[in-house]
C-alpha cells in the first residue's frame, strides 16, 4: 500500500484530507497517509522548533535537530522519495506528479518561517518541491496539493481511473469545457454538436477546444504543443 510520511509542526492542517474523494479512498484503506509532529522529537524543554538566523536577517529558521530526528525516526532506512516543499524547488507538474505516482512511500517535510536549516536539506532530502512561483506562509498547503495530486493515480481512488486520460495536460494541453443538464441556462445552451451523438464530430470539437483554450490561457504549453508536431511558432502564437 503507498504510504504519505507528512512531517509539520501544524498537524491539524492535514484534517482537509478527510474529505472528498481523498478522504473515502483514506478511509478504505486504498493509500495511507501519517502526519507526524516536528515538536514531538525537539530535545528542547519548551518544544521549540525555531530560532534566529546566523548573519541576521528577518524572521526565524527551522532549527535542523528536530526534523533531522523526525525523518530518522520515521524513515531510518531511507525507503521514502523525501521532498521538502520549498518555493525554490522545482515546479509540481504533470510529469512531476506521474513520477512521484510510482514511489511506494513518500516523505513530505513542511517548512515555516522563513524556512529549514539547510543542513537538514544537504543531510536528508532528495528534491526541493514548489507549487507555484509565489510564497506561503508554510508548506502544508502545497504537501496538500502534492498528495492530493499523486494519489490521483493510485488505482482505486478515483471512480475511473479512465478520468485520467481526458483532463488537462494529459496530452499537453489543456482540459475542454464540460457541460450537463439542463440543456439551456440563463440564455445560455449546451453546444450542438454535444448532443447528437455523433462521437466522431464530439471528438473533433473537444480537442479544438483544448487547443484553443491551451493558445488563451497558457502560451507555454501552446508552444510545447507546436514544437511537438514541429509547427512553426511564429507564424501561430500572436
Same mark, same amino acid.
Given at each position: 500500500m ?24 483514506l ?11 516536528i ?6 524543554k ?19 535537530q528536530?526534523i ?27 510529469e ?18 522563513e524556512?529549514?536549516?539547510? %543542513?537538514? !536539506? ?5 528534491e526541493?518541491? =514548489? ?5 506561503? #506562509?508554510? /508548506?502544508? +498547503? ?9 494519489? %490521483?493515480? !493510485? ?7 479512465? =478520468? ?5 495536460f #494529459?496530452? /499537453?494541453? +489543456? ?7 439542463p440543456?439551456s ?27 484553443e483554450i ?25
Open positions: 503507498k504510504k504519505f510520511d507528512v512531517l509539520t509542526i501544524f498537524t491539524e492542517q492535514f484534517e482537509l484530507l478527510k474529505s472528498s474523494v481523498i478522504g473515502k479512498a478511509k478504505e484503506k486504498v493509500f495511507e497517509v501519517a502526519v507526524h509532529d515538536r514531538d522529537y525537539s530535545l528542547n519548551h518544544k521549540k522548533c525555531d530560532d534566529a538566523p546566523f548573519g541576521g536577517g528577518a524572521g526565524m529558521v527551522m532549527t535542523p528536530p533531522h530526528d523526525a525523518i530518522l525516526a520515521v524513515d531510518s532506512e531511507h525507503a521514502c522519495r523525501r521532498i521538502y516543499m520549498s518555493p525554490r524547488g522545482r515546479v509540481l507538474d504533470h512531476t506528479v506521474k513520477r512521484l505516482a510510482e514511489e511506494e512511500r513518500i516523505l513530505i517535510l513542511c517548512g515555516n518561517y524556512g529549514i536549516d539547510q %543542513r537538514v !536539506i544537504d543531510l536528508d532530502i532528495d526541493e518541491i =514548489s507549487i507555484g512561483d509565489y510564497v506561503l #506562509t508554510g /508548506g502544508e +498547503l502545497p504537501a496538500l496539493v502534492l498528495i492530493n495530486a499523486v494519489s %490521483r493515480y !493510485i488505482p482505486g481512488v478515483l471512480g475511473s481511473m479512465e =478520468s485520467l486520460n481526458e483532463e488537462s #494529459t496530452d /499537453g494541453l +489543456l482540459e475542454y469545457p464540460h457541460y450537463t443538464r440543456q441556462f440563463e440564455g445560455l445552451s449546451v453546444p450542438e454538436v454535444l448532443v447528437n451523438g455523433n462521437h466522431k464530430e464530439i471528438n473533433k470539437f473537444r480537442a479544438e477546444r483544448m487547443i491551451t493558445r488563451k490561457n497558457r502560451k507555454d504549453l501552446y508552444r510545447k504543443y507546436l514544437r511537438k508536431l514541429k509547427i512553426n511558432e511564429k507564424k501561430e502564437i500572436k
